[in-house]
């Protein structure tokens, strides 16, 4: 069964500081992994799909990269923001199901 | 366009009673899933329909739980006899092989059994 873990459980940083959140997963053989972000009381927003064959992938101020044979993916966030506080999530896809991550609860102080 | 959407957007029920949940996913996605957002159980796959395929229902906890597709759109997540452990929001996604396998979600049903 797969296992995710993600380190902090929870983090806060002030306005401009990068941010850096981990993942890691017990099984490599993966399909893809995703970065998810939840705000209070809402759903899930992808925010990067990283495919098993990638080592990284960039979105703006966001960038993941994958080390699929380590079972670690990392999550930077640049120059943060007040508006990225927010629950982070890392879900693995192993065949077509998710196996998530406890989260990350991110906290940007203005 | 239109994402994945779900009703209700919060349900009340009673132990014992019977729920359903609705998931509308985004059109033409093949995939579908749903998931259940527990506080002490976190995120966690329920069941996975693919087209015309028999479903994996590998994730539903009892058999209390069910769920159909019909016309390979809309999908329903019937709970029967609700109890307390119930509670929990019900998360639905969709996907397709297109998009490579990336999952969207909807914004959730929060379900409360008293």
Redesign the interface.
Known sequence: KQEVTQIPAALSVPEGENLVLNCSFTDSAIYNLQWFRQDPGKGLTSLLLIQSSQREQTSGRLNASLDKSSGRSTLYIAASQPGDSATYLCAVNGDYKLSFGAGTTVTVRA | GAGVSQSPSNKVTEKGKDVELRCDPISGHT?L?W?RQSLGQ????LI?F?GNSAP?KS?LPSDRFSAERTGGSVSTLTIQRTQQEDSAVY?C?SSSPLA?????????TRLTVT
């Open positions: 995939a899933y998931y976190g995120l966690e796959f996975y693919q994996d994730g998360l996604a490579s396998g990336e999952q969207y979600f909807g914004p959730g």
